[in-house]
């Protein structure tokens, strides 16, 4: 595992350490996982960019307009 001198500014390290306590965790453990998320949520960003650029509109009007046209079922109006 590898360790990273970090720079915090104070307000955000305060802050940091106030959410971790908030969540039981530790302000290492608390980083880890937010670092985490910013990637996941990049590569997720980028995968769907990928998967747009791949996409054929008519086909997807196509499929569509397959699809049968029925009322909702209860509870499913909204």
Known sequence: MSQVALRLPDSLHQHAKQLAAQ???SLNQFIVTAVAEKISALNTEAFFQE?????DQDKAVAALAKVRRVAPQAGDER
């Open 23 to 25: 969540d039981d965790a």
């Open 51 to 55: 998967r747009a650029r791949r996409s």
